[in-house]
């Protein structure tokens, strides 16, 4: 038992604390502008895709196979 807690205690001691705010902190910034700008980048995602790959005209729907 006083092994493993040596080595966890070991092993948190070699992280850097200041490194871990700072990508948590870069890691939550990047979630808020995703979230921001998320109906932007759904639609730039849509129009990548009709790009690729055209919807069917509304006379090719109607038409039977």
Not at 2 to 25: K, M, R, Y
Request: charged letters at 10%; a positive charge; aromatic letters at 2%.
């Amino acid at each position: 038992m006083s092994t493993t807690l040596t080595l966890i205690q070991t092993a948190v001691a070699a992280v850097p604390v200041g490194q871990v705010v700072q990508t948590a902190t870069g890691l939550a910034l990047l979630g808020g502008v995703a979230m921001l700008f998320r109906p932007l980048l759904v639609g730039l995602g849509r129009a990548a895709l009709l790009s690729v790959r055209p919807r069917p005209a509304k006379t090719e729907l109607g038409a039977p196979r």
